[in-house]
Nanobody, 127 residues
Framework: QVQLVESGGGLVQPGGSLRLSCAAS????????IGWFRQVPGKEREEVSC????????FYANSVKGRLTISRDNAKDTVYLQMNSLKPEDTAVYYC????????????????????WGQGTQVTVSS
């Protein structure tokens, strides 16, 4: 059974930092690109970042470039999202998702390219 479990969310003041983790089980992470998405009530789910299987390809949404860094540790079956200089508009539920691809460098950029999803972790940026 495939499981993706997000952790690391919470309440942080504007300008603060959080590190989200996505722990995978039931699959060989070496074969999966991993994306991070976020969603607020009433809005569509937005992809904020993604990392290829090999780790040498990444994607960041314009709204988070320079503030978020995605990384992966396949030995630990975990992908991280380091979030710095957080803003109130970053408040959302953050989800990780896994998509299997033959190309090690491919970076999927839409939600329908992912096969498995986690349950999400709440990030709230507020003073």
């Amino acid at each position: 059974q495939v499981q993706l479990v997000e952790s690391g969310g919470g309440l942080v003041q504007p300008g603060g930092s959080l590190r989200l983790s996505c722990a995978a089980s039931g699959l060989d992470l070496d074969w999966y690109a991993i994306g991070w998405f976020r969603q607020v009530p009433g809005k569509e789910r937005e992809e904020v970042s993604c990392i290829s299987r090999s780790g040498d390809g990444t994607f960041y949404a314009n709204s988070v470039k320079g503030r978020l860094t995605i990384s992966r540790d396949n030995a630990k079956d975990t992908v991280y999202l380091q979030m710095n200089s957080l803003k109130p508009e970053d408040t959302a539920v953050y989800y990780c998702a896994a998509g299997a691809y033959g190309s090690a460098s491919y970076v999927p950029k839409s939600s329908n390219e992912f096969d498995y999803w986690g349950q999400g972790t709440q990030v709230t940026v507020s003073s």
